[in-house]
């Protein structure tokens, strides 16, 4: 017996063959137990890798592709608007870190590029609006793409930590004003890592 299939039944067998097995490879680790004592991938002994520092004012943005409230489109990353992603005007993309202000924690992965024309005045990151709103103590308004109840906050300070750079272009170090281009650039110098100093 002899199976014959055009080159369309071909590729169609083919993505299903495949399609079926990333399910399947995906479900089988999934379902394994994590090691005891096991890091997570970029930590050192179960703490994570810090490769920058600093601070910096950050804004907020809620970019859904709606059109509305000065939003520009779907994220530059293709990553859906969500929870825990911001934009950055001279970071890789897919960069991961997180931010502390007030003394609460947030992470983050950089998934848009922006602020554009307040990073030349200092304005280094921009979260996305429902952190901003934890951060702040007010509330995300789906309606407005805003943040209420925080006594108008548009900017605040916070502290970040770099601790995995995207494998794209952009400057892997210090951010600078969207104006100065690094977005569009590979940098293949990333910033030394801060040295821990043990008393």
């Given at each position: 017996m002899?199976?014959s299939f055009?080159?369309r039944?071909?590729r169609?067998?083919?993505?299903?063959?495949?399609?079926?097995?990333?399910?399947?490879s995906?479900?089988v680790?999934s379902?394994?137990?994590?090691a005891?004592g096991a890091?997570?991938?970029?930590?050192?002994?179960g703490?994570e890798s810090?490769l920058l520092?600093g601070?910096?004012?950050a804004?907020?943005?809620?970019?859904?592709?709606?059109?509305r409230?000065?939003?520009?489109?779907?994220?530059?990353s293709?990553k859906?608007?969500?929870?825990?992603?911001?934009?950055s005007?001279?970071?890789?993309?897919?960069t991961e870190?997180y931010v502390?202000?007030?003394?609460?924690k947030a992470?983050?992965?950089?998934?848009?590029r922006?602020?554009g024309?307040?990073?030349s005045s200092?304005?280094?990151?921009?979260?996305d609006?429902?952190t901003?709103?934890?951060?702040?103590g007010?509330t995300?308004n789906?309606g407005t793409?805003?943040v209420d109840?925080?006594g108008?906050m548009?900017?605040?300070k916070?502290?970040?930590v770099?601790?995995k750079?995207?494998n794209?272009?952009?400057?892997?170090n210090?951010?600078?004003p969207?104006s100065?281009g690094a977005w569009g650039?590979?940098?293949h110098n990333?910033?030394t890592?801060?040295q821990?100093?043990?008393?």
């Amino acid at each position: 017996m002899r199976l014959s299939f055009g080159i369309r039944k071909n590729r169609f067998l083919a993505a299903t063959l495949l399609g079926a097995s990333v399910l399947t490879s995906a479900g089988v680790v999934s379902a394994l137990p994590a090691a005891a004592g096991a890091s997570a991938p970029g930590s050192e002994s179960g703490s994570e890798s810090v490769l920058l520092k600093g601070s910096t004012k950050a804004s907020y943005f809620w970019d859904d592709s709606s059109g509305r409230a000065g939003d520009t489109g779907l994220p530059a990353s293709g990553k859906p608007m969500q929870k825990g992603m911001i934009a950055s005007p001279s970071w890789p993309l897919l960069t991961e870190g997180y931010v502390v202000y007030k003394g609460k924690k947030a992470k983050f992965f950089v998934g848009d590029r922006g602020p554009g024309v307040p990073s030349s005045s200092g304005v280094m990151i921009d979260l996305d609006a429902k952190t901003f709103a934890d951060l702040t103590g007010g509330t995300f308004n789906p309606g407005t793409l805003g943040v209420d109840g925080n006594g108008g906050m548009g900017h605040i300070k916070v502290d970040y930590v770099i601790t995995k750079w995207g494998n794209g272009v952009g400057k892997k170090n210090y951010p600078v004003p969207f104006s100065a281009g690094a977005w569009g650039r590979m940098d293949h110098n990333p910033a030394t890592p801060p040295q821990v100093v043990n008393k």
